[in-house]
C-alpha cells in the first residue's frame, strides 16, 4: 500500500471506525479476562463461604483451562464461518448472563459452571481477537503493534479485576455480598456486546474461495516446522510466566518473609509490568525489527534474574515489615514482567502474518491449545522446584526456557521469511 493510499479521503473517514473497532477489541478482550483470571480469588472465597474443599477448590483451575482446550479445538475453525462480530457479540451476551446467574449462586458447582462458560467463552473470544487484528492490520509490523496493544489492555483488565474483585469481599459482612461483583462483570459484557453492535467490520478477507477451515487444516499446520517452533517458544514463554505469576506470592511469603496481605499485593507488580511492557512494544514495534526487540528483552530478563534473585539471600522476617522498608528484591525481580510482556503477543503476531487471513483461526487455536498446556505444566514444575528447593533457586530454572526461546528465535525468523516468500 502507497502513501497515497494510506492518506486518501477513503482512508481517513475510516480512520475512527479503525480506532473504535481496536478500542472494542481491547475492551472485550479485557473483560473476558478479568474472568478467567479470577480463579484465585474465587477458590478462597469458594474455601470460605461456600463449604468448598482445597481440593474442590483446585478443580476450578481445571474448568478454566481445559475448557480453552475444548474451545480451542472443536470450535476455532468454526468462528470464521460464524463471523468474528457476530462471535464475540453472541459470547459477552452468554458470559453476560452467566455473571447474572452467578451473583445468585450459593453452591460450588454454580462457580464450576461458570468458569466452565468463562473457558468457553475465552477460546472463542482469543480466536475471534486474533484473527480480527489480520483484519486490521496494514502490514507485519501494524499487526504487531495492534496485537501488543491489546494484550497490554487485556493485562490491564487482569490488574483492575483483581482490585475489583477485592473492593468488593472488603466491604463484604455476610458471606454472600463479594458475588454483587458478578452485576458489574455482567454490565461490563453487556457493555461490550452493545459496542459490537456498533462495529462495521468487512470480514470477507476471511472467507476465501475454496478455502476449507477445519481440524483438519489445524492439524496440517501443526505438522509444519515453521508452526512447530512458533508452538514450542509461545510453549516455554507460558511455562515462564505462569511460573512467576502463579508462584511469586509464594516467593514473597517464604523467601522475602513479607506477610500474606502484602505477598500478593507486592505480586501485582508483576501484571502492572506485564501490561506496560505490552502497552510499550505497541510502539516500539513499529520502529525497530522484532527479532533484536525480543532478544534484548530475553537478556534483561536474564539480567533481572540474576541481580534480583541473589538480593533475596539471607532476608530473614521482621515484625515491622512494610512498603517503605521491603526487600529490594520484592520490587525489583517482578519487574522482569516488563521485558517478558512483548515476547508473547509478537510471537504469535508474527505467525499469523506469515499466514494467509483465512487460515488465522486454526493457528489461533493451536496457539490457545498450547499456551495452555505451557501454563499447566509451568505451574507444575515451579511448584516441584518450590517444594523441593528454595524458593530463590527454585526461579532460577527460568534461565533454561529463556535459553531455549533465544534459541529458536533466528529459526522463527527465518521460516517465516521463507513462508511469506512463498
Known sequence: MGAGEINSPAATRQAPMRIYTIATLGFAYAVIGILMNSVGVVILQSIQHLGATKLQGSALEACKDLSVVVASFLLATRVAAFGFRRAMIGVLLVMAATCLAASFADNFVAMQALFVMTGLSFGVIKVATYSTIGLLARDPADHASITGTIEGVFMIGVLAGLWIFAGFIGTDATGHAWLHVYWLLAALCAAGAFAWFLVSLDESAADAPGHSAGLREMLSLALLVSTIVVIAALFLYVLIEQGVGSWLPTFNSEVLHLPAAMSVQVSTIF????????????????????????????????????????LARGVTARADIGWANAPVAAYLFPLLGFFLAPIYPTICSVALSALPRPSHPAMVGLIVIFSALGGTIGSFITSLLFQHLSGAFAFYFLLVPIGLIAMLLPVIRSQQAKRVSV
Open 271 to 310: 501484571l502492572a509490568s506485564l501490561a506496560a511492557g505490552r502497552l510499550a512494544s505497541g510502539l516500539v514495534l513499529r520502529r525497530f525489527h522484532w527479532s533484536g526487540v525480543l532478544l534484548a528483552c530475553l537478556g534483561a530478563v536474564a539480567i533481572l534474574i540474576l541481580i534480583s534473585l541473589p
